[in-house]
C-alpha cells in the first residue's frame, strides 16, 4: 500500500527540487485562489440574489401604489362630484319619481363626459336608489337597471365609499360602448370602480350613487409608469376571469437596457409581453401568508428577471387581480462581471508574485544546491581541486561547507598517497637497477677473479719459457757454432754421418733455428702482454677510486677483444684508429671503466659485422681521448657500422633494451655503462648516431672526483 503510493507519486519525486517546488507552489496557488474566486462568486450570486428578491418586493409594492393611486384619484374625483348641487339635484328629482329638466339632464351628463374625458376612465355613471341610471358618460342608458356585482346596493347598505377592482363581461361593457378600444369580444376585462353615494345635504339621506369604472386592460400607463419610475424591468398586471382563467391585462418590458435614453417613448417598452407560464400567477393565487408575495426566476426576451407577484381581491374577498413585478438581473450580472474580472486581475497578479517567489526560492534553494551538485559531479570525476561555493548560511551552505572540507581532506589525502605512490616506484626503481648491477657486477668480479687467476697462473710458465729463451739462444748459438767448426776441422765423415746430414738437411736446419727461437720469443712476448692485460683489465678494486691513465684502459680492453678485430674467414679485419691525446691520471674505479670500455667496443665490433654482413665498408673503429677542461676529459668511440633509428636511440640505456639475438644480446651493457659513468664517477654519456652510417659514443668524466678517497695508483 504505502510502496504503490510511493510507485504513484515517483514521477513527482524524481522531479528535479525546482520543478517540484513550482508545480507545488502553483498547484496551492490555483487551489487557493479557485476556492477564494468560487466561493466569492457564490456569495455574490446568494447576496445578489437575495437583494434581488428584496428588490422585486419593494418594486411590487412600488407597482401596488402605481396601481392604486388611480382608484383613489377617482375616488377623489367623485366624492367631489357628488357635493354638486346639478348631482344632487338629479338625484333629488330622481329619488321623487320626477323626469330631469333636459337642461338638468344635459348638464349631470356633461360632468359625467367631462369626468371620463378628464380621469381617461371608461364609467361615470349616476345611479339612483332604485339602480336605474339617472345618468351616464357613454351611450344614453338611463332607466337601465346598473348594479354591478352590486356594489351599488352595497353603497345604499351601508353610505361608504367603495373602492375595489372587479372583474366586466365583454357584453356588460358593450352595453355602455365607452369610447376605448375594447378588448378581443367575449373576453372577460378588469375594471377599477369606484361607488360614492350621493346623499340629500338636508336630511343626509342617501338618495343616490356616483360610479366610475377605469378599464385596465390595454393601458400601458399603469404598467409603463412602474418602469419609469422603476428604471426599467418588467411589471404585468394579470386578472382572473370568472372561470378562473389568469389572462393578461396589460404588461411592460423594457426591450433595450443599454440605449433607453435615445429611443422614442412609443419604441421604449414592449407591451403586452405575457408570462412565459402562468406557475407564478397560481402559486400567488394559492399564497395565504400576511404579505402575500411570491418570487420566481424568469427568463423574458433572453433575459433573466427575479419576478415578484402579488394578489389583489375583490370587494367580495375574491382574488381577481394579480399584480406582476420583474426585476432584471442585468445589475447583478455586471456586478458579477467586475467581481469576476477583479478576481482574474488579482489572480493574474498573485500568478505574478507567485513566479517572482518561485524565482527568489530557485535562487536561493535550487541554485546553492544545483552549485553542491555540480561541484560533487566534477569533484567524483576526479577534479580534485573542485569546491563548492557557499552562497547563503542556511543548511545547504553548511552542506557546501561540509562537502568542501571533506574534498580538501580527500585530496590531501590523495596528494600523500600520491607522494608515498612516487616515492614507492622511485625506491622500486632503484632496487631494480641495484639488483641489476649486483648480478652484473657479481658476475664481472667472478670473471673478473677468473680472469686475474688464470692470468696468474699462465705468467709462472711463460715467464719460466720467457726466462729461459735467452739462454736456449745462447745455446742454441753455441751449438751450432760447434757444429761449423766441426765441419770445417773434419769435412771427411763417416757415411752413417753423411747419411744423416742430408736426411735432415742441415743447412735449412741451421738457418732456420734462429728464426724459430726468434718466432718463439715474438710468442712469449704477446702471451706477456696478453697477461698484463689481463692482470690490467680485471683489477678487481671498485671499494676505492683509484687514479688510473683511460689509455692502458682502452689498450688492454682492446687487447682482449683483439681476436675479433683480427680478420675472419668471412670478413676482414676491423681497423682502429687511435688519435690519442695528453691525458692526466683520472681519479676512478678502472676496472668499471674498463667495463665500460668493454661494452661500447664490443656493441661496435656486432654493429660493424652486422653492417657488414650486407653492405661492403672499411670496418673501422676511431678512439678519440681529449681533455676539454682543466677539469673534464672526453673519451669519443666512434664506429661506421649499422647506426641507430631515432626510436632506438632513445631507449639503448633502458635495462633490458636490446635488438640482438636471444643467448648474444643482454641489453645490459649499456644500461651498467650509464650507470658507471654517471653516477659512480658524475660523468655523461651521450650517443649519437645516424642510420646505416654509423655510432658514437661520447663518454664526459671528471678528471677529480668531489669527495676524493685515500687513492692508489695503478696504469
Ligand atoms: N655502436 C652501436 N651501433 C648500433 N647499435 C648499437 C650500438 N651500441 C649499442 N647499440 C644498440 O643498443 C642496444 C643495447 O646495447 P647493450 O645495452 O649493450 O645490449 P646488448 O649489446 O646486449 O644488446 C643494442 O642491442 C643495439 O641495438
Ligand atoms: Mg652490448
Not at 412 to 437: D, G, V, Y
Request: glycine letters at 6%; a neutral charge; proline letters at 4%.
Amino acid at each position: 500500500m504505502n510502496s504503490n503510493k510511493l510507485l504513484t507519486f515517483k514521477w513527482f519525486y524524481d522531479l528535479s527540487i525546482r520543478r517540484k517546488q513550482l508545480i507545488a507552489l502553483f498547484i496551492s496557488e490555483v487551489v487557493s485562489l479557485v476556492g477564494l474566486v468560487g466561493t466569492g462568486s457564490i456569495l455574490i450570486i446568494h447576496g445578489g440574489r437575495s437583494i434581488l428578491v428584496n428588490q422585486a418586493k419593494s418594486e411590487l409594492a412600488v407597482t401596488e401604489i402605481n396601481y392604486n393611486i388611480k382608484i383613489n384619484q377617482m375616488g377623489f374625483g367623485f366624492r367631489g362630484q357628488s357635493d354638486n348641487l346639478a348631482i344632487i339635484a338629479a338625484a333629488q328629482k330622481h329619488s321623487q319619481s320626477q323626469t330631469l329638466s333636459p337642461e338638468l339632464q344635459q348638464k349631470v351628463n356633461k360632468i359625467l363626459q367631462n369626468e371620463i374625458k378628464a380621469r381617461k376612465i371608461e364609467y361615470a355613471t349616476l345611479v339612483g336608489r332604485d339602480l336605474r341610471i339617472i345618468a351616464n358618460a357613454n351611450r344614453d342608458r338611463t332607466g337601465e337597471i346598473f348594479n354591478p356585482k352590486n356594489l351599488v346596493t352595497e353603497v345604499f347598505r351601508q353610505p361608504q365609499q367603495i373602492k375595489t377592482s372587479e372583474i366586466i363581461t365583454w357584453q356588460e361593457l358593450a352595453k355602455e360602448n365607452p369610447p376605448l378600444p375594447l378588448t378581443v369580444p367575449g373576453k372577460e376585462s378588469l375594471i377599477r370602480y369606484t361607488v360614492t353615494p350621493v346623499k340629500d345635504p338636508q336630511t343626509g339621506q342617501v338618495i343616490g350613487a356616483l360610479l366610475s369604472g377605469d378599464i385596465v386592460n390595454q393601458k400601458p400607463p399603469i404598467v409603463s409608469q412602474t418602469l419609469d419610475s422603476q428604471g426599467g424591468g418588467y411589471s404585468a398586471i394579470y386578472l382572473q376571469s370568472s372561470r378562473g382563467e389568469l389572462q393578461l391585462a396589460t404588461s411592460a418590458i423594457e426591450t433595450n437596457h443599454d440605449n433607453r435614453s435615445q429611443k422614442p417613448e412609443n419604441q421604449k417598452y414592449l407591451l403586452n409581453l405575457p408570462l412565459p407560464n402562468t406557475s407564478l400567477l397560481t402559486s400567488a393565487i394559492a399564497i395565504t401568508t400576511n404579505n402575500n408575495i411570491v418570487t420566481e426566476r424568469i427568463s423574458l426576451q433572453g433575459q433573466t428577471y427575479t419576478v415578484a407577484a402579488k394578489k389583489l381581491v375583490n370587494h367580495a374577498g375574491q382574488p381577481v387581480v394579480v399584480l406582476v413585478r420583474g426585476t432584471p438581473e442585468t445589475d447583478l450580472n455586471i456586478l458579477l462581471r467586475k467581481s469576476l474580472s477583479l478576481q482574474a486581475a488579482s489572480t493574474v497578479f498573485t500568478l505574478i508574485i507567485d513566479i517572482v517567489l518561485a524565482g527568489i526560492l530557485t535562487t536561493a534553494i535550487t541554485r546553492p544546491v544545483r552549485y553542491l551538485t555540480q561541484a560533487s559531479q566534477n569533484f567524483s570525476q576526479g577534479n580534485m581541486t573542485e569546491r563548492a561555493e557557499v552562497l547563503y548560511k542556511d543548511e545547504i551552505g553548511e552542506l557546501a561547507k561540509s562537502f568542501n572540507q571533506m574534498a580538501e581532506q580527500l585530496s590531501l589525502r590523495q596528494q600523500t598517497s600520491q607522494q608515498q605512490m612516487q616515492q614507492l616506484q622511485a625506491t622500486l626503481k632503484e632496487l631494480k637497477e641495484t639488483q641489476i648491477q649486483l648480478i652484473q657486477s657479481e658476475k664481472m668480479s667472478s670473471l673478473g677473479q677468473m680472469v686475474a687467476g688464470i692470468a696468474h697462473e699462465i705468467n709462472n710458465p711463460t715467464s719460466f719459457i720467457y726466462g729461459n729463451l735467452l739462454h736456449l739462444t745462447n745455446y742454441t748459438d753455441d751449438i751450432l757454432k760447434l757444429l761449423q767448426l766441426y765441419q770445417q776441422y773434419y769435412p771427411e765423415t763417416n757415411p752413417e754421418i753423411h747419411q744423416f746430414i742430408k736426411e735432415i738437411d742441415l743447412d735449412f736446419l741451421q738457418q732456420d733455428l734462429p728464426k724459430l727461437i726468434d718466432s718463439l720469443q715474438v710468442g712469449s712476448d704477446r702471451i706477456q702482454d696478453i697477461v698484463l692485460s689481463l692482470r690490467n683489465f680485471s683489477r678487481l678494486d671498485e671499494s676505492a677510486f683509484k687514479l688510473a691513465d683511460l689509455h692502458s684502459g682502452i689498450d688492454s680492453t682492446l687487447m682482449i677483444l683483439n681476436h675479433r678485430l683480427k680478420v675472419q674467414p668471412h670478413r676482414c679485419a676491423i681497423a682502429v684508429i687511435k688519435e690519442y691525446a695528453e691525458l692526466p691520471l683520472i681519479e676512478c674505479y678502472p676496472g668499471q671503466l674498463n667495463q665500460v670500455f668493454m661494452n661500447i667496443l664490443s656493441n661496435a665490433i656486432d654493429a660493424l659485422e652486422e653492417a657488414m654482413e650486407n653492405n661492403s665498408i672499411q670496418p673501422q673503429i676511431q678512439i678519440r681521448t681529449q681533455q676539454i677542461t682543466s677539469e673534464t676529459i672526453t673519451i669519443h668511440i666512434i664506429d661506421n657500422g649499422l647506426g641507430m633509428q631515432e626510436t632506438q636511440l632513445a631507449k639503448i640505456f633502458d635495462p633490458f633494451f636490446t635488438t640482438k639475438p636471444v643467448g648474444k644480446g643482454t641489453g645490459l651493457g649499456l644500461f651498467i655503462s650509464y650507470q658507471i659513468i654517471t653516477e659512480k664517477h658524475h660523468g655523461q654519456l651521450q650517443c649519437l648516431s645516424i642510420p646505416s652510417k654509423g655510432t658514437e659514443f661520447i663518454m664526459q668524466i671528471p678528471i677529480t672526483q668531489k669527495s676524493p678517497r685515500s687513492l692508489g695508483v695503478c696504469g
